[in-house]
């Protein structure tokens, strides 16, 4: 193979190359090394000690990821440059039959894949370019839809390998001698030989990638879905520090100890998608590059570099882009340094698209490369691998002096560089000597050479490091007392908690005081530790408060931090209401400071102090203590009308499994209140609440008080008709007409839930299901699936076939869920079964239909009006803000849209307006669950806990089941965004409203 390495010449800092114009620094220029045949769609590489490249490489399946474990389609290739030009000439296929791989890491001559649900050690015994043997290196048991199981695995400098597990498939392991499980995403580690497994990491993001080490050992890695989508936040770059928990909340990370808050995130990406991670290693780039982190953004078509910078016991990251490109096709997967210090950039093209949020095609004709990114003019070392050195005729102490020519042993200080060198080297012989080494190196004057003999110290829990431990706890850096804390609680020797406890009393770092309540954790010893909730500064009692609260066995009682509640002190106020709010069970206990602060809340209280009032309401809302004390708030009139609204919205986001009899007669005395914003909360409350067998008579006479009240407001009206419990069983001709009405599409959204919500449990007498039917044709997309609620509760076959006829007719008839619909008509004749199905063949839109519809729109979206679009998008015809959020305004059912203009094209802004069940985001995949009592739910996993799945089923909508309640669950082919969009908006509107999205960058 000939690769075209010749670039032509572009604007100042352009290159135009393989059909990119790629933008990078000044200085730098970009060769194109590797390519088709070589190699189709690599996606990670590494190379061997002899400069030949392993690549992981793609067939391009998308198939669902058992089909593909069964399959097995993709390969390893080995690449090779077989005359020094730097661009490879040679391939080999290493490993044919792969599992989808995410990742390849070379050591002592065997390849590691990371091939979800297992990590594959590959080697070659006879050094004929392939791998004759393939051993099953770790077994991770599980294979969820995405394949974000593993990724990996990473060498670190202390010689054990690194991997990452996503979320959220829970799976089960032995540490330290006892079964442990869990559903979070964590990094990993072991000895090359298997032992020594433990966690580092725990997490509520969904998908850890790669991971990078600086010299000190410090971890960094990069990750998707690190916060909940909002404001153009989403995915970033992580400082891993052992035992932190970081990623968003949800019920993943429960059960994994906590030292207060979410640990902090280094960088923000927005919905980057960033996957491979390298730490530059060399000074050819120059030396204000060395240590720098490079970052691929597969959805934003760059690398990103990171300048860190200590602060603290952790860090601060400038970024900046390093390489980007102009085509769209341009997905960077990985980033690895060659030895002569140049950058390769691995490609895979535009081939992935299952689980992808941007990669809405499938082009696996569009096929990847690899790049090298050199300094201009920059003259690489002789011999840059060493393999003219006769390596096994050099003496120990020749070997030593070797280590300088180690690529960052260039800087001025060669002696702490050679010493940096040893300490590693020291940390993987892991002998008696060698553990006194590293001893001595704690008091190095060279702060690199310190922290890595600290990472040496906790990753051996070395003993006899203790007293110079204490020492840097006690004097050292904010780094060098957050490693010392580290070891001290790994070490596990308790007399070290009087020492915790003190140097908590100045530890104001995040990282410091992690890494020091992580260890009174790990300690594990309540009697010495509860002595800090005792005097001391503030810091000094939050660390043994938060210790005591997630130690196993901590004892720590509701009267050790109620006191704090109410205190002046606000560190010590946030860090009692952090402990409440995940303490359920204190509910009883603490129902008479709920109370008092629910009398002493005024008017114009800020809003900080009632939300998280709010919270813990909600959070003992399951005490029948806590239960009465909302009930009486919610009726006292001497209580400001703000704090009655509170209690109210505690009680709608209880969802209590069954309505509290003392509720009831609250919430009947209130929805007819003569304050309309009382009487709006407490139909909240009821329409919050899930189906109860024995609806309270008191508070359904009430609640059809409001709906036949001619006086109140429509919408209020409305609100009470859906809040019937079991449904209206009469409706009147007047109720009939304003639900009808109010089901049109140029009504509110709020006025149409209700509407729609209230005729899904509604009676209907025969002439009006007739109206209903008549009424439909003109129902919006997210209302017609409720609207046909009455129809369940009939056998009528005529009736039922006036039904489809008049669905054939209906503008949202491509919007409608016809699993839904079956289940709604499933009581019904054959002839109506044949029926729905002769109606669903009229929206069954196969894949060549969808590209004709998406070929004949894409030549008039240069004619979008971007402020037209924005008015489309507020509109209530499109409805886009009732699920998505733009900024700080919108719904969160669906995908942030705050930047998606940077991570899609308009074509594949078009298939999700139009399209929206042809590929899901990462993070927004549909279930469908099935319940014992023969409901079917489709929806999002919002969360999860131990006893039930809350799922987003719309706009404002959710369901909450008890797992007891699920008799089938499984991956759902239908999104919860209804489709035919198209059918309710113009075609210049739908044009405007993509130009619109587009623009949002």
């Given at each position: ?24 620094p ?15 769609r690599p ?64 050591l ?9 649900p ?68 964590h990094?990993?580690?072991c ?22 080490f600086l ?87 760059k ?30 997967t ?23 949020p ?28 060493g ?15 070797r280590?300088?020519?180690l ?17 590693w ?32 110290v906790?990753?051996l ?10 020492d ?5 850096t ?24 003190a ?70 106020q ?5 402990i ?17 602060r ?46 009655r609204?509170?209690?109210?919205r ?9 309505l509290?009899a ?18 709006a ?59 009808l ?10 006025a ?11 009676r ?9 039917i ?9 209302e ?53 199905d ?35 998008f ?92 699920i ?12 489709a ?22």
């Amino acid at each position: 193979m000939v690769l075209c390495a010749i670039t032509s010449a572009a604007a100042a800092g352009e290159t135009n190359l393989n059909g990119h114009v790629f933008t990078l620094p000044d200085g730098f220029e970009i060769q194109l090394v590797a390519g088709p045949p070589l190699v189709e769609r690599p996606i990670s590489a590494d190379f061997d000690e002899l400069g030949r490249l392993y690549v992981s490489d793609s067939s391009g399946s998308n198939d669902p990821v058992k089909q593909q474990l069964e399959d097995r389609p993709h390969r390893i290739v080995r690449l090779e440059d077989t005359n020094g030009d730097g661009v490879f000439d040679a391939s080999t296929v290493f490993a044919e039959g792969m599992m989808f791989p995410e990742g390849t890491m070379w050591l002592d001559g065997s390849l590691y894949v990371a091939a979800p649900p297992s990590i594959w050690k590959l080697t070659d015994t006879n050094d004929d370019g392939v791998a004759d043997e393939r051993s099953e290196w770790f077994q991770g048991k599980t294979l969820g839809g995405c394949a974000n199981d593993l990724h990996g695995p990473y060498l670190g400098p202390d010689g054990w390998i690194y991997w990452c597990k996503g979320g959220f498939v829970e799976q089960e392991y032995v540490l330290r001698g006892k079964p442990w499980k869990s559903r979070a995403a964590h990094i990993y580690r072991c000895l090359p030989d298997g032992t020594g497994f433990e966690p580092v990491m725990t997490g509520g993001m969904d998908n850890p990638v790669d991971v990078a080490f600086l010299p000190t050992g410090e971890r960094f890695f990069t990750t998707t879905f690190l916060v909940h989508p909002g404001n153009g936040q989403r995915d970033g770059l992580i400082h891993a520090i052992y035992g932190g928990v970081y990623g968003k909340l949800q019920g993943a990370i429960e059960g994994h100890p906590r030292t207060g808050e979410l640990m902090p995130v280094l960088s923000h990406f927005g919905a980057a998608a960033p996957c491979g991670l390298h730490r530059y290693e060399s000074s050819t780039f120059g030396g204000e590059y060395r240590d720098n982190l490079f970052a691929c953004q597969f959805n934003l078509h760059k690398v990103s570099r990171h300048v860190l910078e200590q602060s603290g016991g952790s860090y601060q990251s400038r970024d900046s882009d390093f390489v980007v490109s102009n085509n769209m096709d341009f997905r960077p997967t990985d980033v690895i340094e060659d030895a002569d210090g140049s950058l390769l950039v691995v490609d895979t093209g535009g081939w992935y698209k299952l689980c992808c949020p941007t990669s809405q095609l499938w082009k696996p004709d569009v096929t990847g490369a690899i790049y090298r990114i050199r300094r201009t003019g920059a003259k690489p070392p002789d011999d840059p691998r060493g393999q003219s050195i006769a390596w096994n005729s050099l003496r120990p102490a020749q070997l030593v002096e070797r280590f300088s020519d180690l690529p960052r042993f260039d800087s001025t200080n060669h002696e702490s560089a050679r010493e940096l060198a040893l300490i590693w080297a020291c940390i993987q012989i892991d002998s008696p000597d060698s553990r006194a080494v590293i001893r001595q190196a704690l008091t190095h004057h060279d702060a690199t050479c310190r922290q890595a003999a600290l990472h040496g110290v906790s990753l051996l829990r070395d003993t006899e490091a203790m007293s110079a431990l204490v020492d840097l706890l006690k004097s050292g850096t904010p780094a060098d007392a957050r490693a010392a804390a580290e070891t001290l609680g790994r070490i596990g020797d308790t007399s070290v908690v009087p020492r915790l406890l003190a140097a908590a009393e100045s530890a104001a770092d995040r990282a410091v005081e992690h890494s020091i309540i992580y260890a009174l954790i790990e300690l594990a010893d309540p009697a010495a530790t509860a002595k800090g909730l005792a005097g001391g500064s503030p810091r000094r009692q939050r660390a043994a408060m938060i210790a005591l609260d997630q130690m196993s066995a901590g004892g720590l009682k509701p009267e050790d931090v109620s006191p704090h509640l109410a205190l002046a002190d606000p560190l010590l106020q946030e860090t009692a209401q952090w402990i409440v709010s995940h303490r359920p069970e204190w509910g009883a206990a603490l129902a008479g400071w709920c109370s008092d602060r629910l009398s002493k809340l005024a008017d114009g209280a800020p809003e900080a102090q009632a939300v998280q009032l709010e919270s813990q309401l909600v959070q003992f809302s399951g005490h029948g203590v806590i239960q009465d004390l909302l009930a009486a708030s919610a009726t006292q009139a001497a209580l400001p009308p703000s704090t009655r609204l509170l209690v109210l919205r505690a009680m709608a986001k209880a969802k209590p499994k069954e309505l509290p009899a003392v509720w009831a007669d609250a919430i009947a005395s209130l929805v007819t209140a003569k304050d309309a914003s009382l009487s709006a909360a407490a139909l909240a409350v009821v329409r919050s609440l899930p189906e109860q067998k024995d609806p309270p008579k008191k508070l359904n006479d009430a609640l059809l008080a409001v709906a036949t009240d001619t006086g109140a407001a429509t919408q209020t009206r409305l609100e009470a008709m859906a809040a019937v419990l079991g449904g209206m069983r009469e409706v009147s001709a007047d109720q009939l007409e304003r639900l009808l009405s109010s089901l049109s599409l140029d009504q509110p959204l709020p006025a149409r839930t209700a509407a729609a919500d209230a005729l899904s449990r509604a009676r209907l007498k025969p002439q009006q299901s007739e109206q209903l039917i008549a009424a439909l044709k003109t129902v919006g997309p997210l209302e017609i699936d409720r609207a046909l609620g009455p129809f369940e509760r009939s056998a009528d076959d005529a009736l039922a076939l006036k039904l489809l006829t008049s669905l054939r007719e209906a503008s949202a008839l491509p919007s409608l869920r016809f699993d839904l619909l079956r289940q709604k008509l499933v009581k019904y004749s054959p002839s109506v079964q044949q029926e729905i199905d002769a109606l669903e063949s009229l929206v069954h839109v196969d894949a060549a239909q969808q590209r004709a519809r998406i070929a004949e729109l894409l030549p008039a979206i240069d004619s979008g009006d971007v402020r037209r679009g924005q008015a489309v998008f507020n509109s209530s015809k499109s409805n886009c803000t009732a699920c998505h959020r733009f900024g700080y305004l919108g719904g969160s059912t669906g995908p942030d849209l705050t930047r998606i203009g940077r991570i899609r094209t308009e074509r594949d802004l078009l298939e999700a307006v139009l399209y929206p069940s042809i590929s899901f985001v990462h993070g927004f995949e549909p279930v469908l669950v099935a319940t014992v009592d023969g409901r079917m739910v489709n929806g999002l996993v919002r969360d999860e806990t131990a006893t039930d799945v809350l799922l987003a089923t719309g706009p404002n909508q959710e369901v909450r089941l008890r797992h007891e309640e699920i008799d089938q669950r499984q991956p759902s082919a239908v999104s919860i965004m209804p489709a035919g969009l198209d059918q309710q908006l113009t075609v210049q509107e739908l044009i405007d409203l993509v130009a619109f999205l587009k623009n949002a960058k």
